[in-house]
């Protein structure tokens, strides 16, 4: 955060994370059993207040998400964890998505590639008010 992002958000520069805060909200906050209260409160001297302007989940039953990942060969201890627990961390993001409907752009991540990259751009481009 103090190395890259806050630096590059200081210089408006644009910042894009596959990965950040609201994943520890949810695998460890809600999936996890600690709360969202504390764990917003543990990472919040880290984050000083910064969120993202846009979170773009893209959901996918946890049964279709575990069979792509085992077929690209991943077998991880997160797959380990079992169908009730991926069904918690999509439940827990689902959560987050609808307590911030403005922050969060949910699509359905069992569309083709293609159409799910043109969703994101339509939508990145509406609300930043980018062109073509």
């Given at each position: 955060m103090a190395r890259v992002i806050l630096p590059a958000v200081t210089a408006g520069r644009w910042?894009?994370?596959d990965r950040f805060a609201d994943s520890t909200r949810v695998y460890q906050g809600l999936a996890g059993g600690?709360?969202?209260e504390l764990v917003d409160r543990l990472q919040e001297p880290a984050l000083g207040g910064l969120r993202p302007d846009l979170t773009v989940l893209l959901?996918?039953?946890p049964e279709t998400g575990l069979?792509?990942?085992r077929a690209d060969g991943g077998d991880g201890r997160f797959e380990a964890k079992g169908l009730?627990?991926?069904r918690r961390?999509?439940?827990g993001f689902l959560e987050l998505a609808r307590r911030e409907p403005g922050r969060f752009l949910v699509l359905d991540a069992t569309l083709a590639e293609d159409r799910l990259a043109d969703r994101?751009?339509?939508e990145v481009r509406r609300r930043f008010g980018?062109?073509?």
């Open positions: 910042v894009l994370c600690l709360g969202l959901d996918l039953p069979r792509r990942r009730d627990y991926h961390i999509r439940e994101v751009w339509e980018l062109g073509g």
